[in-house]
């Protein structure tokens, strides 16, 4: 039986911890922190510039190893169903 399409974007909303407009509202968030720190707006402090670019990367990879793990399984699911 073939998934619908809605039914597949449930199953991806349900697998990811954020939708990817969530995902892009943190990214956001985080990058603007960032570039602030960058400009001196507010203080240049080092730690913490790090630690926002260390947010943004885990954002990052942990949502798109999600993603890659996720795109495995479909594939590894499509081509047992060809087998049978």
Do not use: C
Not at 37 to 51: C, L
């Amino acid at each position: 039986m073939k998934k619908t399409w809605t039914e597949t974007m449930k199953e991806y909303s349900t697998t990811f911890r954020y939708s990817p407009k969530e995902m892009a509202a943190i990214m956001h968030v985080h990058v603007n922190t960032y570039r602030k720190w960058e400009k001196g707006q507010s203080t240049p402090d080092k730690i913490r510039r790090r630690y926002y670019l260390s947010k943004i990367q885990h954002a990052f990879t942990a949502d798109l190893n999600q993603q890659k793990m996720w795109l495995d399984n479909e594939i590894k699911k499509a081509s047992e169903e060809k087998e049978e």
